[in-house]
């Protein structure tokens, strides 16, 4: 198990498949431990505040 950061953005080309469904695009994966946690946490604060 990891952790996984996930975003979709509607300035991308294919933000949507061809169902409707957003495109989810994989940021980061972190181990499945505390620190993996943690750090999938502050690289997800970081993603939101940096537009």
Do not use: C
């Not at 469904?21 to 999938?40: I, Q, R, V």
């Amino acid at each position: 198990m990891k952790f996984v950061v996930r975003y979709w953005s509607s300035q991308l080309p294919d933000y949507r498949k061809p169902d409707g469904e957003p495109h989810w695009l994989d940021y980061s994966l972190h181990p499945a431990t505390k620190l993996g946690l943690h750090n999938a946490l502050l690289t997800l604060q970081d993603r939101l505040q940096i537009p």
